[in-house]
């Protein structure tokens, strides 16, 4: 009985957690989306989502967010299978984990330098004879940086996935003739899905409500949720049409979150 009691007291911050910070602010932005502009209780601001710019709006922010997924997938996954063949691979783990440690904005601020009209990007694009081209505020400049920003979440759980493999299946695998081709597509890759559907969810879910980067190294050429919310809180001060954007955006996360639900197989 005693235990049990224990057990319930722990329980407590974390309910008081997630009360405060989880329940209390859906719950707000629920309450705001019911809101005009005028502060009148309408529904006009969940009709106003579905207009065509609203849709495009979210068209848009998918498909950056599937691309910035895409890439970081694409680099992550071989990473972090030859990281797991070298040798002090928690040091070089550690090494592309670092950057991450970085405030966002001052990552940013670099790639401004970077990607600037002096910068280093075109001091070497006009040493190989190129000449100066306007990288800043492009969508490539803007996809570019989301990648380097978001790859390490992708890598870190790919690498745990692969480095808990166990090698006897693989022993087994070339034991019975299979190409290098067929055990990664029918033993390694079935098997790391797991760490797959972790990573993408990581980096898709952020990235589908970007709005700083948009700003910084897009220029505002490129226009998401985010920064759609962002707008209506600090610009036009539409809090109701920025909280129903945001109740549709937490709708996007949880069902990606079910579709890419990671469950333990059964051993």
């Not at 957690?17 to 989306?33: D, G």
């Not at 979210?58 to 299978?81: D, K, N, R």
């Not at 970077?114 to 505020?137: D, H, P, R």
Request: glycine fraction near 6%; charged fraction near 10%; aromatic fraction near 16%.
């Amino acid at each position: 009985m005693e235990n049990k009691l224990t057990r319930h007291l722990y329980k407590i911050p974390y309910l008081l957690w997630i009360l405060l910070f989880v329940i209390v602010p859906i719950f707000l932005v629920l309450y705001y989306s019911s809101f005009d502009i005028e502060g009148k209780f309408s529904f006009v601001n969940y009709q106003k989502f579905f207009t065509p710019v609203y849709l495009q709006m979210t068209l848009s922010s998918f498909w950056y967010a599937f691309l910035i997924t895409a890439i970081s997938l694409l680099i992550a996954y071989p990473t972090a299978y030859l990281l797991t063949k070298t040798q002090h691979k928690q040091l070089w783990l550690l090494l592309i984990i670092l950057p991450s440690w970085i405030n966002l904005l001052l990552k940013a601020y670099a790639f401004i330098g970077i990607f600037g009209t002096y910068g280093l990007a075109n001091s070497f694009l006009k040493v190989i004879g190129i000449g100066q081209q306007q990288i800043l505020f492009t969508d490539f400049s803007f996809i570019f940086v989301s990648v380097y920003i978001f790859i390490p979440f992708m890598i870190l759980p790919i690498f745990n996935a692969l480095d808990e493999l166990n090698p006897t299946l693989l022993d087994a695998a070339n034991d019975l003739g299979a190409s290098q081709w067929t055990t990664f597509r029918r033993v390694i890759f079935p098997l790391t899905i797991d760490g797959v559907k972790s990573g993408c969810q990581v980096v898709f879910i952020p990235a589908l409500s970007l709005f700083m980067l948009t700003r910084l190294i897009a220029g505002n050429r490129v226009i998401t949720l985010g920064t759609a919310i962002e707008q209506h809180f600090l610009v036009t001060q539409d809090w109701g049409m920025g909280s129903t954007i945001a109740v549709f955006l937490i709708i996007i996360m949880v069902l990606f979150m079910i579709v890419t639900n990671t469950r333990k197989r059964g051993v």
